[in-house]
T-cell receptor
Framework: DTEVTQTPKHLVMGMTNKKSLKCEQHMGHRAMYWYKQKAKKPPELMFVYSYEKLSINESVPSRFSPECPNSSLLNLHLHALQPEDSALYLC?????????????FGPGTRLTVT | QKEVEQNSGPLSVPEGAIASLNCTYSDRGSQSFFWYRQYSGKSPELIMSIYSNGDKEDGRFTAQLNKASQYVSLLIRDSQPSDSATYLCAVKEKKSSGDKLTFGTGTRLAVRP
């Protein structure tokens, strides 16, 4: 089973709201990723967690705050977003360092910031 | 120079034809290559991975890798209208911050019935 789940599917939030995106995988993967994708562009890496530790932060603004509570779960906390942050937010997972780098994506959360 | 380059298309082929999608990359040290299919409004779906020079076949899909030429391609045989999507080439690259997947901008494929 190569399933990664994400909730919610859609999210509309104002610029002063705080919300969270959730991602879950049960494949025993030890690396998890957050990507942002704008229309007609490729996915853009935001964060990488490896063995539940943040290993890469691609200079993402602090209004995005990732969290990895355990090896199966990944959250992205959102606060004081801007309209330009509207995008499809994708979670992905892979086996982990030194193993297959095949990344499996969840269905995404389509975020609209008003 | 872009790190992973793809022709944005659209590549239009008739149903039943072979679709050929191409990708070049700049990091000569890259060892892992992936093709993803993305339907409009959906998330990317992994369809092929390739690590060694030569061909790798999976059903109607064949991935081809030539590390000397820094070139990877995807052939889709007997193309179907359901294959109409954007195909993303992705290359695993070593960066100072860690390993990352670098994506091309994608090639849009349209299969005409």
């Amino acid at each position: 089973d190569t399933e990664v789940t994400q909730t919610p599917k859609h999210l509309v939030m104002g610029m002063t709201n705080k919300k969270s995106l959730k991602c879950e995988q049960h494949m025993g993967h030890r690396a998890m990723y957050w990507y942002k994708q704008k229309a007609k562009k490729p996915p853009e890496l935001m964060f990488v967690y490896s063995y539940e530790k943040l290993s890469i932060n691609e200079s993402v603004p602090s209004r995005f705050s990732p969290e990895c509570p355990n090896s199966s779960l990944l959250n992205l906390h959102l606060h004081a977003l801007q309209p330009e942050d509207s995008a499809l937010y994708l979670c992905a997972s892979s086996q982990g360092p030194g193993q297959s780098y095949e990344q499996y994506f969840g269905p995404g959360t389509r975020l609209t910031v008003t | 120079q872009k790190e992973v380059e793809q022709n944005s298309g659209p590549l239009s082929v008739p149903e039943g034809a072979i679709a050929s999608l191409n990708c070049t990359y700049s990091d000569r040290g890259s060892q892992s290559f992936f093709w993803y299919r993305q339907y409009s409004g959906k998330s990317p779906e992994l369809i092929m991975s390739i690590y060694s020079n030569g061909d790798k076949e999976d059903g109607r899909f064949t991935a081809q890798l030539n590390k000397a030429s820094q070139y990877v391609s995807l052939l889709i045989r007997d193309s179907q209208p359901s294959d109409s999507a954007t195909y993303l080439c992705a290359v695993k690259e070593k960066k100072s911050s860690g390993d990352k997947l670098t994506f091309g901008t994608g090639t849009r494929l349209a299969v005409r019935p």
